[in-house]
């Protein structure tokens, strides 16, 4: 049998040992704890030195014990005299150990050299942040509050140690959240000066705006009256809460704005959220729109047919009068009544088209070869008006839908482009991929769409022109939306493209996607 190994009434003596000092350190420290001891001895190289605990009544080192800090009391070299249960605890360390530790033990060496020339400047009281290395080698950031004490001619200094971790956590995620927040967040001073802004801010309104009166570098109107919304003047009257308010004419903010405030009864400043909703309220607009052209749809649906019916019988009439001697004297005006009759006529046949319920039977299409079919149609009309019709066609797949209502919708589009051209211009019909969608693109150069019309557009009946009846663009957006498509539009001062977004009926297209082309989401 190996010497080393020992018998078992050995290992049984030796645990009966370690338990009697045990007990002995135990009762030792609840000795010091209690004030029960007046002083007590560390062993050192020049046969060890005796400490006296004298003064410290026990009712104040109770205190201490129960701080929720931790707390000691260190030599002039750094040997730990005294520690609380809490120091042991963010030291991870059992407190019996710590009595006569040097306290810089628990320092990594740049944090020790810096503690070292803190303490050589003798400052009486001092407050610092260090990093302490628990026993496990974890690091634990921490405020010490140092104060230098002398007692019968020997220095001590009294530490107090706040344990920083949970407090950096809560900071850095509050400074996260902050930064990462997807919404604009800014943060003014007392006067409204930006002084902190999170990315999602810096990415709309750069980085020079720190420093700048918020309400001068970011303007922002009441959508109602048009007038300037002023943060600083708004938050005199109550925090701002969901105020919709517009910026840059075509971004519109949900404004919320709130007072901060510190310790001290005056605010520090304000932070300011703003949460952009400009796609909201276009899928807002959108719905309404949708819903208006159900009703009307539903409607012309109900009495479009009951219309038509008297019409035939005064158009009828009317065609018979027109052969009648009798009434020769007034066939110019009879003509003029039946070719109005048609007129209204051919609104309620494109009013009874936006009808919802309407179904179309669906084909396989080559979207060039019936843009093909009908330019000769408008280029004769386009010419005499001065202005020039380009086709970009490319390889497109087929898409599933209906021959005649495609025509009707190109032609509606180009036909609107031509009204909005006063000077020569240039209509451009294109035809594309664009994220697997096939894309009909109709581009003018004229005035744009004007902004009240933007604002419900599609409505029926909607024109600016002295001879419109306002149905060509909701009947396209009714073809549209009868195809699977999306009629989006993209309108400026120098011209306007309306894009017809359709699924293709195949994928396997060789042609490369050009990510590049400037299409609204
Ligand atoms: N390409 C465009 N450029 C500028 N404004 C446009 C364009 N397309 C449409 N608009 C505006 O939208 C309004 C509505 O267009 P819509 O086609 O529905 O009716 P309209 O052209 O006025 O009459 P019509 O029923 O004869 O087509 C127009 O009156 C015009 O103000
Ligand atoms: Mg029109």
């Not at 420093?211 to 922002?220: A, H, K, M, Q, T």
């Not at 600083?232 to 109550?238: F, I």
């Not at 649906?301 to 020769?328: C, D, W």
């Not at 993209?490 to 493209?497: M, P």
Request: hydrophobic share 35%.
């Amino acid at each position: 049998m190996n010497e080393t190994v020992k018998s078992q009434e050995e290992l049984i003596q030796e645990n009966i040992e370690l338990r009697h000092r045990l007990d002995e350190a135990n009762s030792i420290i609840n000795a010091i704890r209690n004030g029960e001891v007046d002083a007590f001895l560390l062993p050192g190289d020049n046969g060890g030195k005796v400490y006296v605990l004298e003064g410290a009544d026990h009712i104040y080192r109770l205190l201490v014990e129960e701080m929720q800090e931790g707390c000691l009391t260190v030599a002039q070299d750094g040997t730990i005299l005294f520690s609380n249960e809490n120091f042991a605890e963010i030291v991870k360390t059992p407190q019996q150990y710590l009595a006569g530790q040097s306290f810089f033990e628990f320092l990594s060496s740049s944090d020790r050299e810096y503690l070292h020339g803190i303490l050589d400047l003798n400052q009486d009281h001092f407050k610092t942040e260090l990093s302490l290395i628990t026993q496990n080698g974890l690091n634990v950031p921490v405020l010490i509050s140092a104060s230098l004490c002398q007692i019968d001619n020997e220095s001590f200094i009294c530490l107090l140690v706040t344990d920083l971790t949970e407090l950096k956590r809560s900071n850095r995620l509050n400074t996260l959240a902050f930064e990462q927040a997807n919404s604009p967040q800014i943060v003014s001073d007392q006067i409204g000066r930006v002084i902190k802004v999170n990315q999602a801010a810096k990415e709309i309104f750069g980085n020079k705006i720190i420093g700048e009166i918020f309400d001068r570098v970011i303007p922002l109107y009441k959508e109602t009256t048009g007038s300037r919304f002023l943060i600083q003047k708004e938050l005199k009257k109550g925090p701002v809460s969901c105020q919709e308010v517009v910026f840059n004419k075509n971004i519109y903010f949900m404004v919320n704005a709130g007072y901060i405030y510190g310790e001290q009864p005056n605010n520090l400043g304000c932070l300011i959220t703003l949460v952009d909703i400009t796609e909201n309220r276009r899928y807002k607009q959108e719905l309404s729109r949708l819903d208006r052209l159900n009703l009307v749809g539903e409607m012309a649906a109900g009495i479009g047919h009951e219309v038509r019916n008297p019409m035939t019988v005064v158009r009828g009439y009317l065609q018979m009068f027109s052969s009648k001697e009798l009434f020769a004297s007034h066939k110019e005006s009879i003509n003029i009544m039946i070719e109005e009759i048609d007129r209204a006529n051919s609104i309620i046949t494109e009013f009874l088209s936006l009808a919802k319920t309407k179904k179309i039977p669906k084909k396989e299409i080559d979207l060039n070869e019936v843009i093909g079919k009908i330019i000769p149609l408008v280029e004769v009309d386009a010419l005499r008006q001065g202005h020039e019709i380009k086709l970009e066609l490319q390889e497109v797949p087929n898409i599933l839908g209906d021959e005649k209502e495609l025509r009707q919708c190109i032609l509606n589009l180009v036909r609107n482009g031509l009204e909005a051209m006063s000077n020569k211009g240039t209509i451009t019909i294109k035809t594309y991929l664009f994220d697997g969608q096939v894309v009909l693109e109709v581009q003018d150069q004229g005035c744009g769409i004007p902004v009240e019309v933007q604002k419900s557009i599609g409505t029926p009946f909607l024109t600016t022109k002295d001879k419109g009846t306002g149905l060509g663009l909701p009947v396209c957006f009714s073809i549209a939306e009868r195809h699977g498509a999306v009629l989006d539009y993209k309108t400026d001062s120098g011209g306007t493209s309306f894009y017809f977004k359709c699924p293709g009926v195949s994928q396997q297209l060789t042609l490369p996607l050009d990510t590049s082309l400037p299409i609204p989401s």
